[in-house]
């Protein structure tokens, strides 16, 4: 066990919609990260948040955002969801070290029909 | 630039075999190399990673070997056993932010 939460575990959404994923990681973990890996992928980076601000974006519209909280759990949401969003959505943590490996959730397969 | 090629894109194996999985980078400013073992309907779990001012990385049965002047590195499963059978994702990250990039992916099948 990684001690990252993510929740739901599966969601069924319509193209247009709007969608939140939630992740919670261990105390101390300031540092979240997002990623979507599509079927037979490898994950893509969304972005990051470090102390309730983001600090890093890979290559997604601006209708992926997302927040972190004072107790550094965190949000993704989605916009205007499209078919191609259909996903399976990791969030991962690391410690307040810096240290280097990420911990990953267990994801949530987003479905878009 | 932020491509990590990864390959075989699948591998089958006999038990007590020796499984091997490469990647390749273009990117000079990554600075952490990964490797990430993957089952079905979970999260990627990490099972080793190196920095590139080394050559080799050895962790129980697995084995990180570096090319920094090929910008290749590699995966390296002793004595392959059927729970081994997952999907192997290399990734490369940079800098202090660690955003990492990962291949595309490697399902392994070991034979009993």
């Known amino acids: 066990e990684t001690g990252v939460t993510q929740s739901p575990t599966h969601l069924i959404k319509t193209r247009g919609q709007q969608v939140t994923l939630r992740c919670s990681s261990q105390?101390?973990?300031?540092?979240v990260s997002w990623y979507q890996q599509a079927l037979g992928q490898g994950p893509q980076f969304i972005f990051q948040y470090y102390r309730e601000e983001e600090n890093g974006r890979g290559n997604f519209p601006p209708r992926f955002s997302g927040l972190q909280f004072p107790n550094y759990s965190s949000e993704l949401n989605v916009n205007a969801l499209e078919l191609d969003d259909s996903a399976l959505y990791l969030c991962a943590t690391r410690g307040p070290t810096g240290g280097s490996e990420a911990f990953f959730g267990q994801g949530t397969r987003l479905t878009v029909v | 630039q932020q491509q990590v090629k990864q390959s075989p894109q699948s591998l089958i194996v006999q038990k007590g075999g020796i499984s091997i999985i490469n990647c390749a980078y273009e990117?000079?400013?990554?600075?952490?190399f990964p490797w990430y073992q993957q089952f079905p309907g979970k999260g990627p779990a990490l099972l080793i990673a190196?920095?590139?001012?080394?050559s080799e990385k050895k962790e129980g049965r697995f084995t990180i070997s570096f090319n920094k002047s090929a910008k290749q590195f590699s995966l390296h499963i002793m004595d392959s056993q059927p729970g081994d059978s997952a999907t192997y994702f290399c990734a490369a990250g940079r800098g202090s932010a660690r955003q990492l990039t990962f291949g595309s992916g490697t399902q392994l099948t070991v034979l009993p």
């Open positions: 990117n000079t400013a990554f600075d952490y």
């Open positions: 105390s101390g973990h300031n540092t």
């Open positions: 190196i920095r590139p001012d080394v």
